[in-house]
């Protein structure tokens, strides 16, 4: 095949976009561990790196250089955490700027714009993600200077309409970020649709293996200003991620394609199986026709609608909580996105008062084999 024609992005993950140690000619890089780098006389840096906060080390621009190639972006930044990617974004904003973000969302983001935020200067409002006339209302031109999507977003997997929202948005002169830590890019897009910012906790499906912690932030191609202020930003405060977790994730994005896709398959085949069994109040998955942000999610996501859904078991928290208590192939544990099953009664795990119903159980889908996880609702299910 010739040189020049653009390759898929399965095969840019797969690679690592090709990346081949010039010295040894390994096909996996290295971890090199070193904080800094030596300078030539005449005050140069040969290899283009000075030091690791301020430029990220080499296995951390690597997994960023994949990151920006996946999103469609400018340029990427990982940070120490995906709240510390989410902190940085809104670090960019000045006292008395507007925020405005959806509900529902990813719990940890509302937080912090209630707490840091909030004593920082920032004012936000919260709008429901699918009233795209509430976007209207509450965005001030002037005022407004970023809007604030997660979609799929936590934990009903609510749709937003982001091409909708951008235009809005960018008609009163504010940014568009989007948590797609649910979609990932092999989902969806943000950045083709209008968004000038994705966010992603790295914790969860791009490493995927719930063994790092890791967030990042990637500018839409027009938005190099933002990209650099980003970097100017990580370097002066010194959220940026360390090599060997850069390595981790990096290695964990080469089977970011086929995890997410087997994942969403399986997760759809639950959400199938269990649509209108009699123990329970509501499925939620977006995969299913009579989830409210379907049609949404038909046209924004493609090749699947996100390996997490999360089901209403009848008998309130009491009945939610013991259906958990029954799981054996799902484990109980926070987080999502890793190879293993997860289950969790989300309503007791966001600290202080939540919007999440107390009969909500937040099942995240792994590789598992997909009968053997409905085996293990079912049987749990019988119990309550
Ligand atoms: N956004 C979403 C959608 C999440 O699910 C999470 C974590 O659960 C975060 C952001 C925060 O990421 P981290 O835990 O890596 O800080």
Known sequence: MSRNVPLHPETLAA???????????????????????????????AGGVSYARSDG?????QAEDLLTALEGGCGALLY????????????????????????PVYYGVARWL???GAALGLGTTTVDGSDLAAFESAIVPGLTKLVWLETPANPTWALTDIAAVAAIAHRAGALV???STVATPVLSRPLALGADLVMHSATKYLNGHSDVLAGALIAAPDRHDLRTRLADLRS??????????????????????????????????????????????????????????????VRQMRGGFGGILSIRVKGGREAAVATAAHLHVFKRATSLGGVESLVEHRASI?????KTPQDLLRLSVGLENADDLIADLDQALHHV
Do not use: C, K
């Open 177 to 179: 970020a989007v948590d």
């Open 114 to 116: 209630e707490g840091p």
């Open 350 to 354: 966001e600290r202080g008062p939540t």
């Open 15 to 45: 690679q690592a976009l090709g990346l081949i140690e010039p010295g040894t000619r390994a096909i996996v890089p290295p971890v090199h561990m070193a904080t800094t780098f030596e300078r030539e006389g005449d005050l140069s840096y």
């Open 57 to 61: 080390a080499f296995a951390t621009r």
């Open 80 to 103: 120490a955490s995906g709240m510390a990617a989410a902190a940085a974004a809104f670090g960019t904003l000045a006292r008395g700027d507007h925020v405005v973000i959806q509900q």
């Open 236 to 297: 002066e405060n010194g959220a940026v991620l360390g090599p060997f977790e850069a390595w981790l994730l990096l290695r964990g994005m080469r089977t970011l394609f086929v995890r997410v896709r087997t994942a969403s398959a399986t997760a759809l085949a639950i959400a199938e199986r269990f649509a209108g069994d009699p123990r329970l109040v509501a499925v939620l998955y977006p995969g299913l026709p009579g989830h409210p942000g379907h049609d949404i999610a």
